[in-house]
């Protein structure tokens, strides 16, 4: 369930942009009577979808505030570089910059990773999971740059998919792919852990 919570600004802006692209004349309506004349009808979608990912991640936000009294610090960045890049979409009326919303998320997750290890000697992958596993110190080493390694490479493909390819194939590629990918690291990444774990009980 809270894996589904954590997605609803991604979820949500899949289902609006689907929903806006079905309905073309409706959406179209709908973005110029509130962004102003000029829009495309092309661009109806994409924008709708954007505002709607604005207002999930402060309706994200207020939820988690209202359950626990308090929200994790890369929630407030994720509701910081969602209003930056979704609002200068919407200002614009240019997709671009919603575009590459993800890749600076991505990029800010490797960055801190990395800046935290080399520059602290904080090892924040370490710090997040030594409760629940316990494993060798090169292990949570490799862990955190693994980790770093692969938030770089997905900012990297998202900027790829999204110049090479349609905006939908971005928008479709923004739900599945990148979920799909973050899946298949997790599982691997477990089977590696599953392995250390295992000498070191032993």
């Known amino acids: ?11 949500l802006f899949f289902a609006a942009y689907k929903i806006g692209g079905a309905n073309p004349e409706a959406s179209h309506a709908f973005a110029a009577g509130w962004l102003g004349d000029g829009i495309a009808v092309s661009q109806a979608p994409i924008l709708i979808a954007t505002f709607v990912a604005i207002l999930a991640t402060f309706l994200q936000i207020a939820l988690v505030w209202l359950k626990h009294r308090k929200v994790d610090t890369m929630l ?30 991505y990029w800010l997750f490797g960055v801190v990773l990395l800046g935290s290890a080399s520059l602290l000697g904080r090892n924040l992958i370490r710090t ?31 900027l790829w998919v999204a110049y090479n390819f349609s905006e939908e194939a971005w928008v479709d590629f ?7 990918l973050m899946l298949a690291f997790v599982l691997a990444q477990g089977f590696y852990l599953s392995r250390h774990m295992e000498e070191e009980s032993n």
Do not use: C, Y
């Not at 369930?1 to 979820?11: E, G, Q």
């Not at 509701?79 to 998320?105: R, S």
């Not at 923004?174 to 799909?180: A, L, P, Q, S, T």
């Open 76 to 105: 407030w960045i994720s509701l910081a570089i969602i209003v930056v890049f979704g609002g200068a979409t919407l200002f614009f009326h240019n997709p671009t910059f919603i575009k590459w919303k993800p890749t600076a998320l």
């Open 128 to 158: 997040m999971l030594e409760a629940q596993i316990k494993l060798p110190d090169p292990v949570w080493a490799r862990l955190n740059l693994a980790w770093a390694g692969f938030f770089i490479a997905m900012g990297v493909l998202n």
């Open 174 to 180: 923004k739900m599945f792919g990148g979920m799909g």
């Open 1 to 11: 369930m809270k894996f589904l919570f954590d997605l609803l600004p991604v979820i």
